[in-house]
């Protein structure tokens, strides 16, 4: 691969210049709102002009390119007023200066400390908001210089220097020269040079960037507050007679049928002729014309085109010679429009299965590499994700033509975020001084975006209250693209063409739907998705498909957005606001990590619930006997003639019968009935019957590979029966001795088994069976109704409201022992749950196996102002020899009673030391339900089983938590740090409250996932095993 890239030659001196004199340093309007630029060239729409008879399609192969990528001279400082004014001139001393990369961000290479704020700004801590001024105290300033050789080919040509992304401005100079100023940190920036370089010579490049500008106030997103670089930076050249912007709009006729294809141009001559040809995707010529005599506009017409949808992204070819240049465009044939209330592409009222995606990588920030680019669509993919919100600015252009090329629907969203101003009388968004910037980032933003097929709506930008200026921003923006809607969530029904609330809970979002909308519905942000979350995401779903006009919605959002770091002894972790700091105030703690996959991109596990709740391959049991099921095609454009079907039928979770059929072509939006040819077996009452289907790709989609699941589920065809718990009658071991004499214990025990009651506690502290320990020492097996803290709970503050149920001081009233007439032996054990008032029942029935029937009642008493409880059950610790689980129930994946739609009741044999998810910050984790039983084991398969009358909910972990524990309030834990337990944590329920995610600041989960203060009975067998 041939690549031009700069000599690289750091500068120490200016002894190898012969350029002219500098000049002096102008005012640059960086306090000014009305002007935010200076000799900036004009917005274009994304492209690259090749020379005409390059045979290449990447533009760093181009002869035309040159990239400013590479390690700089860097000088930072920490206040604006220290910053060196002179840094430009060509006899600047640079020697004492340190390095920096291009791309790179000050805060992960060594300079000022990563901040994150959630709705404030930066600098609240020591300056008072008054827009447009901004402080200089910790306004830091980074100073860049370079070298590099203009090629000498490239004389007679205009040379432009192109910066993708600089935060919060960018002050330019050449050789000594002032060249121009900008800001909006997530647009590029390009100028010419051409005035100020010397062609086949050593030229300096030198520009300083501001942590905070005047521009700063519109960019007050809930992110990380970086400064740098972000995106690639490079020169290119073009021809003096030239395109300098193409504009194109495909159009479908009413019938979706045929399709036109308008070119605008903008050219640097009048009368400079162009060549147009629009080919398919195998380069055939479909069309080709001329403009001449003047023109700059024509129209192609194209019969019956291929059209573009995110499941089937069919993409065109148009490209244009003028010059001695060549520029090629991906065209997508598609028709978005507002029509019976009702966003209709290609005629269709697509679903929006979308996610919110910030430009956050956890090594390089802000600057995000194009293999990460395509592992986040690769993700979305994988996930059923099919649209992405830019939140909350302009993206990479790299990223629309990855939406573009393998289907993603986009709303673009422009760089527009005052919310630390408010959303009253206080917002931007009434001030006339800020109304350029208001329109201007508006602007500039679709005439950049606007040839990318991807792109359904433009957002006017975020949380920044509502006023005139976004009027303006409207009507400036429907007149540059009156072919795509606008939305803007904080004006409610006004500038908007989409009703586009946030965390909208499903009761309201009814409301809506059910009083005569004027307009869509679809959430930009909802199904907060911060630590172990998404419990009752189906909720929207079933009224997505329920409601016509509700079309779906974007999951706040995507990846969790922590920094890879490193303790002083070298030990990784991920970071987040507060880890750092030197410099500024401590912020908002972990609430960056909303991410339904890791800053790495592992999946987390309420990712595969989404992936399920999303799946547009739905289907249903119609005939369990006769093998009768129906298939949903939920796509709109595409048949489901390219998925397999394998079925498997299984016997309490062991498979039986299996078969794999090829799905015939039904239509979108249709169903159809397959039969499966298994037999239904005849099973015991005590056994379930389930069948399990897997839709596969049978060849390679787009950047899915061959054989991935795109969708599947499960119908269990006969439910087992729970049997009544029972004692061995244990015939081989000898009657067991109970002993009460003595003083701190009572005392069961024979020749299999040992079990210590304390007498003070009333709880079981000591159990051996055949000589193995299965308790730690000095632990015991007691009542457990509090779990570590999710993000979702620490939100609602249930770590302070709900603390009586941590560590609840039990008062034992009475403890009595009662042998069985079956040799059994009962003990029973009366306590008061004081502060709370409540009264529980333990009794213990122990054989001469050792087995207990664990029973355990909770009555409430007298006190009405209880709180709910997070969970019911029992609480063991465990040698950590036992570091194995086995179980049937819901797997493989951690699941919890409102986000388990997506795991499969099966046999699963999994380690303890894999059941601890490292969530960013630690919180509850490695749930399984719906368990019939729940083995914990040693190496070689002795342990404890864990049975009841009703389906359980358990948790082993190598973690305790008392580490995870997050009362009373959050400090800076972090997974990878915690230390392990010494023992297996091992908790047993009947109840476990679930995991909501309307949102993480005060809302709980759905009222029938609640454990109200009440009676609870839990009756658990406890079986020793060995299943060797």
């Not at 003070?760 to 007691?782: C, D, H, N, P, W």
């Not at 409430?860 to 020899?881: A, T």
């Not at 819901?890 to 969530?919: C, M, T, W």
Request: aromatic share 12%; proline share 6%; charged share 25%.
């Amino acid at each position: 691969m041939r690549r031009r890239f700069l000599s690289l030659m750091l500068l120490c001196t200016a002894a190898n210049f012969a350029y002219g004199q500098s000049t002096e340093a102008p005012d640059i309007p960086w306090q000014d709102p009305r002007r935010n630029e200076i000799r900036r060239l004009p917005m274009h729409t994304n492209y690259f002009a090749f020379a005409e008879g390059e045979r290449t399609e990447e533009r760093e192969q181009s002869k035309n390119y040159l990239s400013l990528g590479g390690v700089w001279r860097f000088d930072w400082v920490r206040h604006l007023e220290q910053r060196p004014k002179d840094f430009y001139r060509v006899d600047y001393n640079d020697k004492a200066w340190g390095t920096m990369p291009v791309p790179g961000i000050w805060e992960v290479n060594g300079y000022g400390d990563p901040l994150y704020a959630n709705e404030r700004y930066a600098w609240n801590d020591q300056f008072k908001d008054n827009p447009p001024y901004v402080p200089t105290h910790n306004n830091h300033v980074g100073s860049y210089r370079r070298s590099f050789v203009i090629p000498k080919e490239w004389r007679g040509k205009q040379v432009i220097a192109h910066f993708g992304s600089v935060t919060s401005n960018i002050n330019l100079y050449v050789n000594g020269q002032h060249v121009g100023y900008s800001e909006d940190s997530k647009l590029e920036a390009e100028f010419d040079l051409t005035p100020y370089i010397r062609f086949g010579q050593e030229n300096l490049i030198a520009f300083q960037v501001f942590r905070w500008s005047d521009g700063t106030y519109f960019e007050c997103q809930d992110f990380w507050r970086l400064s740098g670089v972000g995106r690639e930076c490079y020169l290119y050249a073009r021809e003096k007679r030239r395109i300098e912007d193409i504009r194109i709009t495909p159009e479908l006729d009413d019938a979706f049928k045929d399709g036109s294809l308008r070119i605008d141009l903008r050219k640097t001559s009048s009368t400079l002729p162009v060549e147009l040809r629009l080919m398919d995707a195998s380069g055939a010529i479909i069309a080709e014309t001329q403009l001449s005599g003047g023109k700059s506009s024509t129209t192609i017409q194209v019969q019956s085109p291929r059209k573009w949808s995110a499941e089937d992204p069919y993409l065109y070819t148009l490209e244009a010679k003028a010059g001695g240049e060549v520029i090629r465009n991906r065209v997508g044939f598609r028709r978005v429009e507002i029509k019976n209330k009702q966003l209709l592409l290609n005629g269709k009222p697509i679903l929006f299965k979308g996610a919110n995606r910030h430009e956050i990588d956890p090594d390089g920030a802000y600057y995000v590499s194009r293999e990460r680019m395509r592992q986040d669509i690769l993700r979305m993919k994988q996930l059923n994700i099919n649209a992405v919100r830019t939140a909350h600015y302009p993206n990479d252009n790299y990223w629309y033509e990855l939406c573009d090329q393998y289907g993603i629907y986009v709303v673009a969203e422009a760089n527009v975020e005052t919310h630390g101003m408010g959303y009253g009388d206080r917002s931007l968004a009434h001030r006339a001084d800020f109304e350029q910037g208001h329109v201007e980032r508006n602007t500039r933003h679709v005439a950049r975006g606007y040839n990318h097929p991807s792109i359904i709506s433009w957002s006017l930008g975020n949380e920044s209250g509502y006023g005139v200026n976004f009027d303006k921003a409207f009507a400036a923006v429907k007149a540059l693209d009156p072919t795509r809607p606008i939305q803007y969530e904080r004006s409610y029904l006004k500038c908007t063409e989409i009703y586009t609330r946030m965390y909208i809970r499903p009761n309201d979002i009814v409301k809506y739907l059910e009083n005569d909308p004027p307009m869509p519905i679809i959430v930009c942000e909802y199904a907060h998705a911060m630590g172990n979350s998404i419990g009752g995401f189906d909720e929207y779903w079933d009224l997505i498909r329920k409601y016509p006009l509700f079309q779906g919605g974007f999951i706040w959002d995507f990846v969790d957005q922590s920094l890879r770091w490193h303790t002083r002894e070298g030990r990784e972790f991920y970071a987040y606001a507060g880890d750092f700091n030197r410099y500024d105030y401590k912020a908002d703690n972990n609430f960056l990590n909303n991410g339904i996959v890791s800053p790495d991109r592992k999946p987390n596990p309420h990712a595969h619930e989404i992936a399920y709740v999303h799946q547009s391959i739905r289907p249903s049991l119609v005939d369990a006997q006769g093998g009768k099921i129906a298939v949903y095609n939920e796509n709109f454009f595409i048949d489901l003639s390219r998925y397999d079907l394998r079925w498997e039928l299984s016997i309490d979770g062991k498979p039986q019968q299996s078969g794999l059929i090829q799905l015939p072509k039904i239509a979108p939006q249709q169903t159809q009935q397959l039969s499966l040819p298994y037999q239904l077996p005849e099973v015991a009452r005590d056994q379930d019957v389930t069948l399990q289907l897997y839709f596969t790709l049978r060849h390679r989609d787009g950047i899915l590979p061959a054989g991935h699941r795109i969708a599947h589920d499960q119908f269990v065809l006969q439910r087992a029966e729970l049997q009544p718990l029972a004692l061995s009658r244990g015939e081989a071991y000898r009657p067991i001795q109970l002993e009460t004499n003595d003083r701190n214990f009572i005392i069961l025990s024979n020749d299999r088994f040992r079990i210590d009651i304390q007498r003070r506690s009333g709880f079981i502290s000591r159990y051996m069976v055949a000589g193995r320990e299965l308790l730690s020492e000095g632990t015991q097996i007691m009542p457990s109704f509090w779990r570590a803290p999710t993000d979702n709970d620490m939100g609602a503050q249930l770590q302070w409201n709900w603390a009586m149920w941590r560590k609840p001081n039990f008062k034992l009233e009475k403890l009595t022992p009662s042998p069985q007439q079956d040799g059994s032996i009962k003990i029973d054990a009366e306590y008061t749950i004081q502060d709370i008032g409540a009264k529980l029942h333990l009794s213990y029935l122990v054989s001469k196996e050792g087995e207990i029937i664990y029973s355990q009642e909770m009555t409430p008493g007298e006190k009405k102002d209880v709180k709910p409880l997070f969970r019911y059950g029992l609480r063991l610790q465990m040698p950590q020899h036992y570091g194995y689980i086995s179980f049937y129930g819901r797997g493989p994946i951690e699941n919890y009673p409102d986000r388990k739609a997506s795991q499969h009741l099966g046999q699963y044999e999994q380690r303890v030391a894999d059941q601890f998810y490292p969530y960013i910050r630690p919180q509850e984790t490695g749930g399984k339900g719906d368990l019939r039983y729940y083995r914990v084991l040693d190496r070689g398969g002795f342990g404890l089983e864990f049975r009841a009358e009703q389906l359980l909910q358990a948790t082993a972990l190598d973690r305790s938590l008392e580490d995870m524990d997050g009362y009373p309030r959050k400090t800076q834990k972090h997974s990878e740090l915690l230390p392990l337990a010494g023992f297996t944590d091992v908790f047993v329920d009947s109840h476990h409250m679930g995991l909501g995610c309307y949102n993480s600041w005060g809302a709980l989960p759905q009222e029938r996932f609640l454990l109200p203060y009440s009676t609870y009975k839990l009756r658990i067998l406890i079986r020793p095993v060995d299943i060797r």
